[in-house]
Structure formats: structure tokens, C-alpha cells
């Protein structure tokens, strides 16, 4: 079984910064992938940014260039810079990890983004 386990919502005004952190822990293997989901009130889930096992990621054209995903392999863990933010970017934010049969999510982190 994996355990994600998320972190660093929380309220920022326009323009500012948050990070979040999600750590994975268990059964989690070598070979996996990482990602950041978004929720909205009313909305899908959405893709927002993801990174494979040898490092390429991918964004969301809406965030790109605002938000960068990471990962430190050693921490089995995964962030995600968000600067710039705007009030559109709130929203549930859930990590996913991708292994090579099952995937997983956290229980997600509110990101509330308001003057």
C-alpha cells in the first residue's frame, strides 16, 4: 500500500507564492510518476503538472511559466512551485503518484488564492 501525504495549501493574495509538498511512502517501487491534479468548486479535476521517474514534466498550459513540479527521488517526494498566483488557480489540489499497475492520491490540500 502507499501513503501520500500532501502539504503547503493554504490563503495567499494575488501575485504571491505558495508551495506544496507530497511525500509517498510504502510499497512505492523505483519506476513511478508524480503529478499535481487541481479541483475547483463545480469543476473536473484537472491536470495541472507532472513529472516522470527520469525527470521530464509537463504543464498545464494555464500555469505554465507560473508553476514548476520538482522531485527529490531520495525523499520520495514531490513539490510544486506555484508564483504568480491568480484567483482562478484556487482550488483542491490532489498529488497523484503513477506506478507501474496501480495509482494513488492524496487527500488534497486547499489552495485559496483571494485579496
Known amino acids: 500500500q502507499v501513503q501520500l501525504v500532501e502539504s503547503g495549501g493554504g490563503l495567499v493574495h494575488p501575485g504571491g507564492s505558495l508551495r506544496l509538498s507530497c511525500a509517498a511512502s510504502?510499497?512505492?517501487?523505483?519506476?513511478?510518476?508524480m503529478g499535481w491534479y487541481r479541483q475547483a468548486p463545480g469543476k473536473q479535476r484537472e491536470l495541472v503538472a507532472a513529472i516522470t521517474s527520469g525527470g521530464s514534466t509537463n504543464y498545464a498550459d494555464s500555469v505554465k511559466g507560473r508553476f514548476t513540479i520538482s522531485r527529490d527521488n531520495a525523499k520520495n517526494t514531490v513539490y510544486l512551485q506555484m508564483n504568480t498566483l491568480k484567483p482562478e488557480d484556487t482550488a483542491v489540489y490532489y498529488c497523484?503518484?503513477?506506478?507501474?499497475?496501480?495509482?494513488?492520491w492524496g487527500q488534497g490540500t486547499q489552495v485559496t488564492v483571494s485579496s
Open positions: 497523484k503518484l503513477t506506478g507501474t499497475v496501480l495509482s494513488y
Open positions: 510504502g510499497s512505492i517501487g523505483s519506476h513511478y510518476a
